[in-house]
């Protein structure tokens, strides 16, 4: 159902009327998106309100299920990133065994892993000014079933890291697209980002289950067959729903204007990487985010290892990781109300904190179970500050280059998920695995401090 706002004429005897009718009108355009253009009144008779310069679809039954629709295959898309995520930390000892390497050698699985997320991050604002949203979308998924595939039949390690390097493209491009996505969405953002990165914990927390099953089987890789799986329905539900269309054609379909202030008129679009490298926010904002993954990541895939060599852990440690999953999945959901409670900006310090309380915990009580229940709280804890660093953003950072910023902030911070398990691994090749919990208390300090320096958001004029 298509709505055209065509030349209003205000008919009334009573010039006062009149006028408080076309305001009515020009109130309710605007509201609607509409741009609205003032013509001399005869004989204070009529005002007109200008018919806009595109049609879209207005707030029905159909777009509201075509919403929902768009909103849970971006959720789909960050299941997937969960699940890949937490597919290496349980694998990681049987990946040693098979192909005979230290700690220093598997982690060139992060870092081909890290060289993707970062050639995705850089290219995603070119290519997707250039194919568009849901194109972009659709080669990044493609880019993880070729990374499936490669690492699914256990090839020389050479390949198999290879495989991870075009797996962290492909994540790359759809963490930025779907994040982007869902923070241009006028309705509700910030519950939609929180339950968006729920989806994401649910992977991460679904994942160890499966991976820590395979990691005792002969075939342990085909593990990757799962994730291949899972990768192509992705696929097909990212052609079938966005059909290779851009943002705002997307966002046309479910009833929503695109805002005049993301209207490419040439200034804009002139020179975007430069426009956005110039604001030290993003670059804050991109920081904070790679501490964060990192630390998220490396103690959800680290701590297996460190549970079975230091704390006695048998091979079922695996489910500690799936236990720290859990906890974010839930922190996403269940502590909503208390980032409304307290403010955004303050429950970003109150979580970093209680976190590291509880890290020391780990650290230092020398208990298997104690240490995997305190695991589990730490997901809590860190699991709501992605989806507010993101809503921030999209509250401070300029309209016009909302989708490019933060699909740098998504696409750069996830090569924290690469980097800091590296560290941990070649920290670990030379003082051992206890070196992890030192090294997570310190990144965790540093992703305070980094919040700090980010600006208090001030919510945007659209």
């Given at each position: 159902?298509?709505?055209?706002?065509?030349?209003?004429?205000?008919?009334?005897?009573?010039?006062?009327?009149?006028?408080?009718?076309?305001?009515?009108?020009?109130?309710?355009?605007?509201?609607?998106?509409?741009?609205?253009?003032?013509?001399?009144?005869?004989?204070?008779?009529?005002?007109?309100?200008?018919?806009?310069?595109?049609?879209?679809?207005?707030?029905?039954?159909?777009?509201?299920?075509?919403?929902?629709?768009?909103?849970?295959?971006?959720?789909?898309?960050l299941?997937?990133?969960?699940?890949?995520d937490?597919?290496?930390?349980?694998?990681?000892?049987?990946i040693?065994?098979?192909?005979?390497?230290?700690?220093?050698?598997v982690?060139?699985?992060?870092?081909?892993?890290?060289?993707?997320?970062v050639?995705?991050?850089?290219?995603?604002?070119?290519?997707?000014?250039?194919?568009?949203?849901?194109?972009?979308?659709?080669?990044?998924?493609?880019?993880?079933?070729?990374?499936?595939?490669?690492?699914?039949?256990?090839?020389?390690?050479?390949?198999?890291?290879?495989?991870?390097?075009?797996?962290?493209?492909?994540?790359?491009l759809?963490?930025?697209?779907?994040?982007?996505?869902?923070?241009?969405?006028?309705?509700?953002?910030?519950?939609?980002?929180?339950?968006?990165?729920?989806?994401?914990?649910?992977?991460?927390?679904?994942?160890?289950?499966?991976?820590?099953?395979?990691?005792?089987m002969?075939?342990?890789?085909?593990?990757?067959?799962?994730?291949?799986?899972?990768?192509?329905?992705?696929?097909?539900?990212?052609?079938?729903?966005f059909?290779?269309?851009?943002?705002?054609?997307?966002l046309?379909?479910?009833?929503?204007?695109?805002?005049?202030?993301?209207?490419?008129?040439?200034?804009?679009?002139?020179?975007?990487?430069?426009?956005?490298?110039?604001?030290?926010?993003?670059?804050?904002m991109?920081?904070?985010?790679?501490?964060?993954?990192?630390?998220?990541?490396?103690?959800?895939?680290?701590?297996?290892?460190?549970?079975?060599?230091?704390?006695?852990?048998?091979?079922?440690?695996?489910?500690?990781?799936?236990?720290?999953?859990?906890?974010?999945?839930?922190?996403?959901?269940?502590?909503?109300?208390?980032?409304?409670?307290?403010?955004?900006?303050?429950?970003?310090?109150?979580?970093?904190?209680?976190?590291?309380?509880?890290?020391?915990?780990?650290?230092?009580?020398?208990?298997?179970?104690?240490?995997?229940?305190?695991?589990?709280?730490?997901?809590?804890?860190?699991?709501?500050?992605?989806?507010?660093?993101?809503?921030?953003?999209?509250?401070v950072?300029?309209?016009?280059?909302?989708?490019?910023?933060?699909?740098?902030?998504?696409?750069?911070?996830?090569?924290?998920?690469?980097?800091?398990?590296?560290?941990?691994?070649?920290?670990?090749?030379?003082?051992?695995?206890?070196?992890?919990?030192?090294?997570?208390?310190?990144?965790?300090?540093?992703?305070?401090?980094?919040?700090?320096?980010?600006?208090?958001?001030?919510?945007?004029?659209?």
């Amino acid at each position: 159902m298509d709505i055209e706002l065509s030349t209003i004429h205000a008919r009334s005897p009573h010039p006062q009327d009149a006028t408080l009718t076309s305001m009515a009108a020009a109130d309710h355009a605007k509201g609607a998106g509409y741009r609205i253009e003032s013509h001399p009144a005869e004989g204070s008779q009529s005002t007109h309100v200008a018919s806009p310069q595109t049609t879209f679809a207005a707030s029905t039954p159909a777009s509201r299920r075509k919403a929902r629709i768009q909103f849970a295959t971006v959720c789909w898309a960050l299941f997937l990133a969960g699940w890949n995520d937490a597919s290496t930390g349980p694998l990681l000892p049987r990946i040693q065994s098979v192909y005979h390497v230290g700690f220093a050698v598997v982690s060139l699985i992060f870092v081909f892993n890290c060289v993707g997320f970062v050639t995705g991050a850089a290219a995603n604002v070119w290519l997707t000014d250039r194919l568009g949203f849901g194109t972009v979308m659709v080669i990044g998924s493609l880019s993880q079933i070729v990374g499936y595939a490669l690492e699914a039949p256990a090839p020389p390690f050479p390949i198999f890291v290879l495989g991870y390097a075009i797996n962290g493209f492909g994540l790359s491009l759809q963490n930025a697209g779907a994040n982007s996505f869902v923070a241009s969405l006028k309705e509700n953002t910030s519950t939609k980002l929180g339950i968006l990165h729920a989806m994401y914990g649910t992977g991460a927390f679904a994942s160890p289950l499966v991976a820590t099953q395979f990691s005792q089987m002969s075939h342990w890789s085909f593990h990757y067959l799962v994730s291949l799986g899972i990768a192509l329905f992705n696929t097909a539900s990212l052609v079938a729903v966005f059909r290779f269309k851009a943002q705002d054609a997307c966002l046309e379909e479910i009833g929503q204007a695109p805002s005049q202030d993301n209207t490419d008129d040439g200034t804009h679009n002139s020179n975007k990487y430069k426009q956005i490298f110039r604001l030290r926010t993003v670059h804050l904002m991109a920081f904070f985010i790679l501490i964060y993954v990192g630390v998220e990541v490396t103690l959800g895939g680290w701590i297996v290892t460190y549970a079975i060599q230091l704390r006695g852990g048998g091979p079922s440690s695996g489910y500690i990781s799936s236990g720290f999953f859990g906890g974010l999945t839930l922190g996403r959901v269940g502590l909503l109300w208390v980032n409304q409670k307290v403010g955004e900006r303050r429950a970003i310090f109150i979580y970093g904190i209680l976190a590291i309380a509880l890290e020391l915990v780990i650290w230092l009580v020398p208990s298997l179970v104690g240490g995997g229940i305190a695991v589990a709280f730490v997901g809590v804890l860190l699991g709501p500050i992605y989806p507010i660093v993101m809503n921030q953003a999209g509250l401070v950072l300029p309209p016009w280059l909302l989708s490019g910023c933060i699909g740098w902030i998504a696409g750069f911070g996830q090569a924290g998920s690469a980097f800091l398990p590296f560290l941990t691994g070649a920290l670990a090749a030379k003082v051992g695995i206890k070196s992890l919990q030192p090294l997570l208390v310190s990144m965790m300090g540093l992703m305070v401090m980094l919040w700090a320096l980010v600006p208090s958001s001030q919510r945007r004029e659209d």
